[in-house]
């Protein structure tokens, strides 16, 4: 199938997840607990049973719909895990970050999957297959998916496969694969599919082959609309994902973390939450925050503060472990939340503004700034600022890095101007009309006149370039009301 072919039509990929129920829980057990066969448990019908099971529950012949005592007869070990919806919808919220940051076009699915509409982000990706190869990639990195691609949203999920798809199929195909596919598949009410059995109906294409007449009198409205689905008649209602203005997210665990070290597991598990939202948002965060609650006692707080905006996961795990070593915790902590407001834009592409030529530098300088914030604490370091003024002692100011932005004065002076200036500027005496601090001075050029703070009380002073005997340069200044001079700095 060409490009120009899916130029005209809609491209819908479904997403599912078979083991959501199973995978959203494994974050909150012991690494010793995922190596037993564990399968979760779901109310159905007014008994417990198993709704899915990992591979090591399977090879003791544990399947969906057992009774849990038929599970545990067949394997006394097994680890039944009570069904988290919750965590579920937490764990497919983070499923629709990833799709986002691959299409606009993602819609929940109550029933452990994604929609997602492809058709515009071909060339972005260079083809179908590279993006679905991708999305591939990026999954199995979180979980097990498996995909079904349509020409609508019910298409694409009655024809999801066994496996994940990363080859875009002809229309022929999907046509040929949409009518062979059992009426089964289809969400209908139990007297529907008892209908479908009466009049010898067993397929999609056996369905849509009957007059659209006759269909609507022997089935129900719900029906209907399904079939329009199918044909793309009926445009597909649903509200659009869309990530939300902050972030924030947490990792249960009640049976306790007992020390720093196994804090960082976590940690690192939200972090990278983060950076998937952030590339989905497209933007960099400023600060984060870290809230430790405790089982017992009062919770803790960790507010880590960036000198320059980032979306580096590994770097904020590094500075969250270098503050978390001073963190003074309670004995056990059973939640860890991680969340944000404080974003910036994604810069569109990195300037290089070292002398050198080294792109790295500017990154390096914020590592290190925020290395030493994070284990001296943030008003431990301080840099030069420019400010709105044009007398020189006033012109800069120390500031916290990364808290405060240049605000200097557009266009500079282009008298020399030494590096040091005094304290106290110091007076200058006149003796016979000449200069005078510790040795005589001679004018060598001036003046450049200076004038700040005029809107409160005009203060002008005329700058002149002075030198002595010795040839030891000075700035000195005069001031034009009281006509006073003083040295104001010293050159090298």
Not at 313 to 323: A, G, I
Request: hydrophobic share 40%; proline share 6%.
């Amino acid at each position: 199938m060409t490009t120009s072919n899916h130029q005209t039509k809609d491209i819908w990929l479904y997403l599912h997840f078979p083991l959501l129920p199973l995978e959203a829980l494994l974050p909150q057990l012991a690494p010793e607990q995922k190596q037993k066969p564990i399968a979760v448990i779901d109310l159905q019908k007014n008994t417990q049973r198993v709704l899915c099971c990992n591979s090591q529950a399977s090879a003791w012949g544990i399947e969906p719909s057992l009774s849990v005592s038929t599970a545990l007869a067949l394997c006394p070990e097994l680890v039944a895990l009570p069904r988290q919806i919750e965590a579920e919808q937490d764990c497919l919220q983070q499923l629709a970050l990833l799709a986002y940051r691959f299409t606009p076009v993602v819609i929940l699915h109550d029933a452990c999957g994604l929609w997602l509409e492809i058709a515009a982000c071909h060339q972005l990706f260079k083809g179908y297959d590279s993006l679905l190869e991708k999305l591939e990639s990026q999954l199995q990195q979180q979980i097990t998916a498996v995909n079904g691609i349509g020409p609508n949203p019910l298409a694409a999920q009655l024809l999801c496969q066994s496996d994940f798809q990363v080859a875009l199929p002809s229309d022929s195909e999907i046509q040929h694969r949409l009518a062979t596919t059992e009426l089964s598949q289809l969400t209908t009410s139990r007297k529907q599919q008892q209908s479908f059995k009466q009049l010898g109906l067993r397929t999609i294409g056996d369905l849509l082959a009957l007059p659209r007449t006759e269909l609507s009198r022997r089935f129900d409205a719900q029906l209907m609309a399904s079939i329009a689905q199918l044909n793309s008649e009926k445009p597909f209602n649903a509200p659009l994902f869309q990530p939300a203005n902050s972030f924030r997210d947490l990792i249960q665990n009640p049976q306790g973390i007992f020390n720093k070290e196994s804090l960082l597991f976590p940690m690192k598990t939200l972090l990278q939450r983060l950076c998937n939202y952030l590339m989905a948002k497209q933007c960099h965060c400023r600060e984060i925050e870290w809230h430790f609650e405790p089982l017992i006692g009062e919770s803790r707080q960790m507010h880590i503060q960036l000198s320059g905006s980032q979306n580096s996961w590994s770097n904020l795990l590094l500075l969250s472990r270098l503050q978390l070593d001073q963190l003074e915790l309670p004995g056990s902590i059973e939640q860890i939340i991680l969340l944000t407001d404080q974003f910036v834009d994604m810069p569109m592409g990195m300037c290089n503004l070292d002398l050198f030529g080294d792109n790295n530098s500017a990154q390096q300088s914020c590592e290190l700034i925020d290395s030493l914030n994070a284990r001296l604490g943030i008003d431990a370091l301080s840099q030069p600022i420019l400010n709105q003024d044009y007398l020189p002692e006033q012109a800069s100011t120390l500031a916290t890095p990364g808290k405060h932005s240049s605000t200097g004065i557009n266009g500079k002076s282009k008298a020399p101007q030494p590096l040091w200036l005094l304290t106290n500027p110091a007076p200058v005496h006149l003796r016979n009309k000449k200069l005078y601090w510790h040795q005589p001075l001679s004018i060598i050029s001036g003046p450049e006149r200076l004038c700040g703070n005029w809107w409160q009380s005009e203060q002008q002073r005329d700058y002149y370039l002075a030198c002595d005997s010795n040839g030891a340069r000075y700035w000195l200044f005069r001031e034009t009301s009281s006509q006073r001079w003083f040295v104001h700095g010293l050159f090298s």
